[in-house]
């Protein structure tokens, strides 16, 4: 198993900044991918940024491309989201996730990711 805390969400201003970090702890895998999801009240979970175990390809959704920045440290097992230029429809919970297998440019459904944080709520005022 996997277990998955995300940390850092909070009450921000439009045009400021967040990082969300997420501490992965329990099985570790190699080959693995690790990525941010997040989803608004009445919304469906929608995908953010992913990042290989390697740390080599990183995928973004277009709306925050430029904007967000997912990396990782595997000597802690941690991933972040670096959040710039915040926007009133970023307002959502944010949830970490990790799956096993490899990472492409398609994986961007929930049902893609096999272990999940509780979320950590982001609320971006205008």
């Known amino acids: 198993q996997v277990q998955l805390v995300e940390s850092g969400g909070g009450l921000v201003q439009a045009g400021g900044s967040l990082r969300l970090s997420c501490a992965a702890s329990g099985r570790t895998f190699s080959s693995g991918a690790m990525g941010w999801f997040?989803?608004?009240p009445?919304?469906?979970?929608?995908?953010?940024a992913a990042i290989t175990w390697s740390g080599e390809r990183?995928?973004?959704?277009?709306?925050?491309?430029?904007?967000?920045?997912?990396?990782?440290?595997?000597?802690?097992?941690?991933?972040y989201l670096q959040m710039n230029s915040l926007k009133p429809e970023d307002t959502a919970v944010y949830y970490c996730a990790a799956r096993v297998w490899g990472l492409g440019p398609n994986t961007v459904r929930p049902d893609d990711y096999g272990y999940w944080g509780q979320g950590t709520q982001v609320t971006v005022s205008s």
């Open 38 to 40: 997040r989803q608004a």
């Open 42 to 48: 009445g919304k469906e979970r929608e995908f953010v």
């Open 58 to 79: 990183m995928y973004y959704t277009a709306s925050v491309k430029g904007r967000f920045t997912i990396s990782r440290d595997n000597a802690k097992n941690m991933v």
